[in-house]
Nanobody, 124 residues
Framework: QVQLVESGGGLVQPGGSLRLSCAASGGTFNRYAMGWFRQAPGKEREFVASIVWSTSRTYYADSVKARFTISRDKAKNTAYLQMNSLKPEDTAVYYC?????????????????WGQGTQVTVSS
């Protein structure tokens, strides 16, 4: 059974940075894509970024492009989301997800496994 555990969330001032981690276990991820999604209060869950485990091919939502970077460490079975130039509108619970797909899909239904989420709050 695939398990995903996020960490690294917290409170940061506007313009600051955070790095989220997603530790994956219970599976072989060479045929997976890993995605980061977020959900703000009262809003639907939305795509942030994704990466294909085997090729490192990435895809980003327009709202985070050039500010966020997704990466993965095969040896540690861990995916990361480096978030720079954070804005108050980035405040949300961030979720890591894994899906058996060869493309860095942005669609929620492509992902079968989800972590519990980590809170990111951007506020002065």
């Amino acid at each position: 059974q695939v398990q995903l555990v996020e960490s690294g969330g917290g409170l940061v001032q506007p313009g600051g940075s955070l790095r989220l981690s997603c530790a994956a276990s219970g599976g072989t991820f060479n045929r997976y894509a890993m995605g980061w999604f977020r959900q703000a209060p009262g809003k639907e869950r939305e795509f942030v970024a994704s990466i294909v485990w085997s090729t490192s091919r990435t895809y980003y939502a327009d709202s985070v492009k050039a500010r966020f970077t997704i990466s993965r460490d095969k040896a540690k079975n861990t995916a990361y989301l480096q978030m720079n130039s954070l804005k108050p509108e980035d405040t949300a619970v961030y979720y890591c997800a894994a899906g058996s797909t060869a493309l860095p899909n942005p669609e929620i239904y492509e992902y079968d496994y989800w972590g519990q989420g980590t809170q990111v709050t951007v506020s002065s």
